[in-house]
C-alpha cells in the first residue's frame, strides 16, 4: 500500500540546463502540478545521490553513472525522443542525395540524432555524425544540429538548426503509469500534442488516443448522474470523479486526482474503513458546513478494484424523495386503507384511533 502522503517526484538528469527545463515543462504540460520535478544537468553538476523513486535520464551513455547514485528501487527512465514538425519540416526539406552531418556533442549522441530522424522516415541516405572531436566539418556542407552550438570548425556552412529534441509521448505515457498519474493524460492534450511533434510510434499514439477517448465516454457517463460520484483505490487514493463530486466538495479540476481521500472529506476515518474493506457504508456527514449524504460500497470487478463514493447534498436528497411520493400519489398507488379500517372494540384500540 503506497503511503497516502508520499510525493510523487521525479527527477529530470540531462546534460544542459535548458534541456531538463524543456522536458519539464512537457511533462507539466500532462501532469500539471500532480508532481513535484526536480532538475539536474552534467552542465551545472553538485549531484551526488538520488532520493527520487523515478529518474528521467536524457542520455543513455550516462545510465551507469546515474545508477550508482540510486536507491535499490529507482526507476530510471530513458525517454524516446523526436523533433517538432517544424524542426521535421526542415529536414524533410533537404535534397535526399546530399551529404548531410548531424552533430551534436559526442559520437554516441550524434548517432541516436541520426537514429530518430531515420525513425521518422526521413529519406536521405547519407546521414553522418559528427562531434567535437572530429575538429572540423568539411567546407560547404549542411549540418543539422538539435539545438547545440557547434564545437567545430565548419567553414560556409549551412547550419540547420532542429532546436530540442523533445519527449515522445509514449514516454510521458509511461511516466504518468509509474507515478500512478495516467489518469490526467486527457484526449484534448494529446490532440494538442500530437499536433505539434511527429510521434515516432503511430501505434502507441493510436493507442493512445483510444483510451483517452474511452475515457472521456466514461466522464460522460459520470457527467449523467445526479449524485456527485467518486472512485477510490484500495489504499484510499482518489482515481476519478465526477464534475458533480468536485462542486459538492469545492475542489479545483483535476486537484483531487492522485490524493488520499481523507484531505478532502475529514468527517470520515477513511483509515478505518479501506482496512475492513465495508461492502457498504452510509453516513450523513458535513463537509464545508453542508450536509452530506455519503454512501460507500466495496467493488471489485476487472476494471475497477476499490471503493465507489456516492455523494449528494442532503436537501437534494430530501426534495428527490418528496418528488417520488408525490408520484406516487398522483399515480394512484396509496394506501387502500385507513385507521378507520381497524376492527376492535378494546380501550387500547379506541384510545389509539382517537389520537390519530
Given at each position: 500500500m503506497r503511503d497516502k502522503n508520499e510525493k510523487r517526484e521525479l527527477a529530470i538528469v540531462t546534460l544542459k540546463k535548458d534541456a531538463g527545463e524543456i522536458y519539464a515543462n512537457q511533462i507539466n504540460y500532462f501532469l500539471g502540478d500532480s508532481i513535484k520535478i526536480n532538475l539536474y544537468s552534467f552542465e551545472e553538476g553538485g549531484f551526488t545521490f538520488f532520493e527520487e523513486k523515478l529518474i528521467l535520464l536524457s542520455?543513455?551513455?550516462?545510465?551507469?553513472?546515474?545508477?550508482?547514485?540510486?536507491?535499490?528501487?529507482?526507476?530510471?527512465?530513458i525517454p524516446?525522443?523526436?523533433?517538432?514538425?517544424?524542426?521535421?519540416?526542415?529536414?524533410?526539406?533537404?535534397?535526399?542525395?546530399?551529404?548531410?552531418?548531424?552533430?551534436?556533442?559526442?559520437?554516441?549522441?550524434?548517432?541516436?540524432?541520426?537514429?530518430?530522424?531515420?525513425?521518422?522516415?526521413?529519406?536521405?541516405?547519407?546521414?553522418?555524425?559528427?562531434?567535437?572531436?572530429?575538429?572540423?566539418?568539411?567546407?560547404?556542407?549542411?549540418?543539422?544540429?538539435?539545438?547545440?552550438?557547434?564545437?567545430?570548425?565548419?567553414?560556409?556552412?549551412?547550419?540547420?538548426?532542429?532546436?530540442?529534441r523533445i519527449i515522445d509521448l509514449s514516454s510521458i505515457a509511461d511516466i504518468a503509469m509509474k507515478l500512478n498519474l495516467e489518469s490526467l493524460i486527457q484526449e484534448d492534450l494529446v490532440k494538442k500534442f500530437m499536433d505539434k511533434i511527429v510521434p515516432i510510434s503511430y501505434i502507441t499514439e493510436k493507442l493512445l488516443v483510444t483510451q483517452t477517448k474511452l475515457e472521456n465516454q466514461f466522464d460522460f457517463l459520470l457527467s449523467a448522474i445526479d449524485d456527485g460520484i467518486i472512485g477510490v483505490s484500495n489504499d484510499g487514493i482518489v482515481q476519478f470523479y465526477s464534475h458533480v463530486a468536485r462542486e459538492i466538495l469545492s475542489i479545483n479540476g483535476n486537484e483531487m486526482?492522485?490524493?488520499?481521500?481523507?484531505?478532502?472529506?475529514?468527517?470520515?476515518?477513511?483509515?478505518?474503513?479501506?482496512?475492513?474493506?465495508?461492502?457498504?457504508?452510509?453516513?450523513?456527514?458535513?463537509?464545508?458546513?453542508?450536509?452530506?449524504?455519503?454512501?460507500?460500497?466495496?467493488?471489485?470487478?476487472?476494471?475497477?478494484?476499490?471503493?465507489?463514493?456516492?455523494?449528494?447534498?442532503?436537501?437534494?436528497?430530501?426534495?428527490?424523495?418528496?418528488?417520488?411520493?408525490?408520484?406516487?400519489?398522483?399515480?394512484?398507488?396509496?394506501?387502500?386503507?385507513?385507521?378507520?379500517?381497524?376492527?376492535?372494540?378494546?380501550?387500547?384500540?379506541?384510545?389509539?384511533?382517537n389520537c390519530i
Open positions: 542520455v543513455n551513455l550516462k545510465y551507469e553513472e546515474i545508477l550508482k547514485m540510486c536507491n535499490l528501487d529507482a526507476q530510471i527512465i524516446n525522443l523526436t523533433f517538432e514538425k517544424s524542426s521535421f519540416e526542415k529536414i524533410c526539406k533537404i535534397n535526399k542525395n546530399e551529404t548531410v552531418f548531424v552533430y551534436n556533442l559526442s559520437k554516441s549522441m550524434a548517432l541516436e540524432t541520426i537514429a530518430i530522424i531515420c525513425r521518422l522516415g526521413v529519406d536521405i541516405p547519407n546521414l553522418i555524425p559528427c562531434y567535437p572531436e572530429m575538429k572540423k566539418i568539411p567546407e560547404n556542407s549542411i549540418v543539422l544540429t538539435p539545438g547545440e552550438k557547434l564545437n567545430i570548425e565548419a567553414k560556409n556552412c549551412k547550419i540547420i538548426d532542429l532546436e530540442y486526482i492522485g490524493k488520499y481521500i481523507g484531505e478532502y472529506v475529514k468527517s470520515l476515518d477513511f483509515d478505518q474503513i479501506i482496512k475492513k474493506e465495508v461492502p457498504y457504508f452510509q453516513k450523513l456527514i458535513k463537509v464545508n458546513n453542508i450536509d452530506i449524504n455519503m454512501e460507500i460500497k466495496y467493488t471489485h470487478i476487472s476494471v475497477f478494484n476499490g471503493f465507489i463514493i456516492k455523494v449528494s447534498k442532503f436537501h437534494q436528497a430530501e426534495k428527490k424523495q418528496a418528488k417520488l411520493r408525490a408520484q406516487l400519489m398522483s399515480s394512484g398507488n396509496v394506501s387502500k386503507y385507513n385507521f378507520d379500517d381497524i376492527i376492535g372494540c378494546s380501550d387500547s384500540i379506541k384510545n389509539t384511533k
